[in-house]
């Protein structure tokens, strides 16, 4: 099965929840995706658009917000199947919520209730020593156009959604290897 099918599936089983938003997973993927191409950036920042949170539908929910720390979760399931131009970002997109918050105290009010919320399940605006070591992060700047992305225009329920099956092709010709039947989860 290709990254593409399985995260399809995954889609199709878990991706309507909401976790607090107003959008479902999959909407927010898509939109947060679409946004990415929209802007011209670069085909893996794309993909890691789309799958930064594949890590909610991995694991059982910590609870009506979903996974709070599936950035690790995540950023595994999509290193087992495609290279650190697209896994880095996605294990960083948390970090990177942290950090925007540290350095600009306004980007937290401008955050969803949910992702607020979250942001305390998942340690708050980073320290400086914390920030620091964000900063020199080979793809923290991926990271943070990613974050931003999916924080402004991955949320907006009136902004048309494309089609899954849109980012098939870029998913396959980015993926480095099929994943064993070991690597599914």
């Known amino acids: 099965m290709t990254a593409y099918e399985e995260f399809a599936a995954l889609m199709a089983e878990r991706g309507g929840d909401r976790y607090g938003e107003e959008v479902s997973i ?23 658009s789309l799958l930064h949170d594949v890590g909610h539908l991995l694991e059982t929910p910590d609870d009506d917000r979903g996974v709070h720390a599936h950035d690790r979760s995540g950023g595994a399931w999509v ?27 306004s980007y937290h009010d401008r955050l969803s209730p949910a992702s607020r919320y979250t942001m305390t399940k998942q340690g708050g605006p980073m320290s400086p020593a914390e920030t620091d070591e964000f900063a020199r992060e080979p793809h923290a700047d991926d990271a943070l156009v990613l974050r931003r ?9 009136d902004r048309p959604v494309p089609p899954l099956n849109e ?12 994943p064993s039947d070991d690597d599914s989860r």
Request: proline residues 7%; contains cysteine; aromatic residues 4%.
């Open 26 to 48: 999959t909407d927010h993927a898509l939109l947060t995706a679409a946004a990415a191409s929209d802007q011209g950036l670069a085909d893996e920042l794309v993909a890691a």
């Open 79 to 105: 290193a087992r199947r495609f290279g650190p131009a697209v896994s880095e970002p996605v294990r960083l997109h948390v970090a990177a919520k942290r950090y925007l918050c540290a350095q600009d105290p």
């Open 149 to 157: 992305i999916e924080d402004e225009l991955g949320k907006l329920p």
């Open 167 to 178: 980012f098939r092709g870029l998913l396959e010709r980015l993926e480095i290897h099929p």
